[in-house]
């Protein structure tokens, strides 16, 4: 970033403060996710048996009443009559996608059964997997969610209602025998490392550590001043062209997605986090990926990746192996 130096970036905490208020904001709308009475159901996927796994399809009611999908490969042993057992003492991982996308394959998903884990990869609401969004969010939704619901009030933001959505997932994972494992994962890049670290935040004492990379939703302003809203912050653009073209309502716009910026639930996050950055990355800057990084009060590790962008960045994803396999 040729406008700010390294040491600056090493220190960089965001453009605009925490609100006051965040955590109480986030408590009260994870009353409302826990008030709401859980209703899932989870039932064999229709895909070949494979000995190492089952494929199941978990489908919840969320906040809103919409139905919501995730892929669930959960682990099985084989006992020593040749009968096969599901193992739910092995650790599970939350998988979560980028935007706007889907939980992908279930082939891609299955290199955790190999490291002898269990993956639970959740469809946003809306985007490329069947999960079901109902809408209703004041004002324009044409142009991305991150300006759905950003002309009412916070707590109608599309992604308010997701980490909501998440916490109904989280209770059901908690409470239910079918996901009784030993430990909890989180792993998740751009969209999936907003998701990921905010339910480490939002779920403190459950997640027992998290592999983030290159996390968006993070220090809108920025973004913003930086032109960098072209891409996957392209809603910002449009709001502000469309809805505010003399800047007179930009305030209470950012005032708002303050409650959904990653960079903001950093440090509520209290287990170890892997984080990575490619350093050409120009989807999400990288001098926002350094406010959320810095803002992480737990044990953490930044990998920088030079030349990479915002791609696929397979030396990440094998140090994954080892982050998570040391805690099991």
């Known amino acids: ?23 109480a904001f986030w408590a009260e709308r994870m009353d409302e996710a826990d008030a709401v009475a859980l209703e899932f159901d989870i039932a064999r996927a229709e895909l070949p048996h ?3 796994c089952e ?12 139905r919501l999908h995730a892929k669930y490969i959960r682990r099985t042993s084989r006992l020593a009559d040749g009968s096969v057992t599901s193992d ?3 650790p599970l991982v939350l998988q979560f996608h980028g935007y706007p996308g889907s939980s992908r394959s279930w082939f891609e ?59 109904i997932m989280m209770r059901i994972v908690q409470t239910c025998p079918e996901f009784a494992h030993s430990r909890l994962f989180v792993n998740g890049a751009s969209q999936g490392g907003a998701l990921g670290l905010a339910t480490c935040a939002l779920n403190r004492d459950a ?6 990379l290159y996390p968006f939703l993070s220090d809108f302003r920025l973004v913003w ?48 986090v892997l984080f990575g950055t490619g350093t050409a990355d120009s ?22 990746f030079e030349g990479f962008g915002h791609e696929e960045i397979q030396s990440f994803d094998d140090m994954i192996i080892a982050f998570f396999c040391e805690a099991m």
């Open 1 to 23: 970033m040729a406008w700010m130096h390294d040491g600056e970036l090493s220190s960089y905490r965001g453009s605009d403060p925490c609100p006051s208020d965040f955590d």
């Open 50 to 52: 494979a000995p190492s």
């Open 55 to 66: 494929f199941l399809d978990v489908w919840f009611s969320g906040i809103d009443g919409s």
């Open 88 to 90: 739910s003492s092995n």
């Open 109 to 167: 998903q299955c290199s955790f059964v190999g490291m002898g884990m269990s993956v639970l990869a959740l469809d946003c609401p809306g985007q490329g997997g069947p999960s079901q969004d109902l809408g209703g969010y004041p004002g324009p939704t044409v142009s991305g969610h991150i300006i759905a619901g950003l002309s009412g009030d916070p707590a109608e933001l599309y992604y308010v209602r997701l980490h909501q959505d998440i916490r």
């Open 207 to 212: 997640i027992d550590r998290a592999a983030i």
């Open 225 to 272: 001043d930086l032109g960098a809203d072209d891409i996957a912050y392209e809603g910002l653009r449009y709001f502000t062209r469309w809805f505010d073209a003399e800047g007179g309502d930009i305030d209470r716009a950012f005032g708002s997605l303050a409650y959904i910026d990653t960079k903001n639930f950093a440090h509520m996050v209290s287990c170890p």
């Open 283 to 304: 989807v999400c800057p990288v001098a926002t990926q350094f406010a959320v990084f810095n803002n992480l009060d737990c044990e953490k590790r930044h990998e920088f």
